[in-house]
């Protein structure tokens, strides 16, 4: 079974101090033994973002873990990703949500693993349901 890793789960791995740092550990353990790991490309897009995190980083560490990336992201997607951030965006104005707000690169990922019908491992499991109800959602 091949499983999609949220950016959240890699950012806790990375980080010793973050209180998910062995969750995500376990969690990644029990993915692999299952089957193929990969991230969709915006999550390796998200995590140029971190501190010293390169180019050369992340394909190194993508190498050296045996997480593939999946670069080609189809039209499907695109639309699924498209037509959840609408609905996101309707709620949050219908609900006055001061919270935080999420960017397209979250629908991407889950309309990516909901698409080939893998599950998602992840932290933030709420965006996810609410998004993609169709979606299988792997806790840490």
Do not use: C
């Amino acid at each position: 079974m091949t499983t999609v890793i949220d950016s959240n789960v890699i950012a806790a791995l990375w980080n010793p101090d973050d209180a998910l740092n062995a969750a995500a550990r376990s969690a990644l353990d029990a993915a692999l033994t299952r089957g193929r790991l990969i991230v969709a490309s915006p999550v390796y897009a998200e995590l140029m973002a971190f501190a010293r995190r390169t180019e050369s980083f992340l394909d190194h560490f993508f190498e050296e873990t045996g997480i593939a990336i999946e670069w080609q992201m189809e039209e499907r997607v695109w639309r699924a990703a498209g037509q959840a951030f609408q609905s996101y965006a309707g709620r949050r104005r219908r609900q006055r949500d001061p919270g935080p707000r999420r960017i397209l690169a979250d629908f991407l990922i889950g309309a990516y693993a909901a698409r080939h019908n893998y599950p998602l491992l992840t932290l933030d499991e709420g965006i996810y349901r609410a998004a993609f109800p169709e979606l299988k959602i792997l806790s840490a």
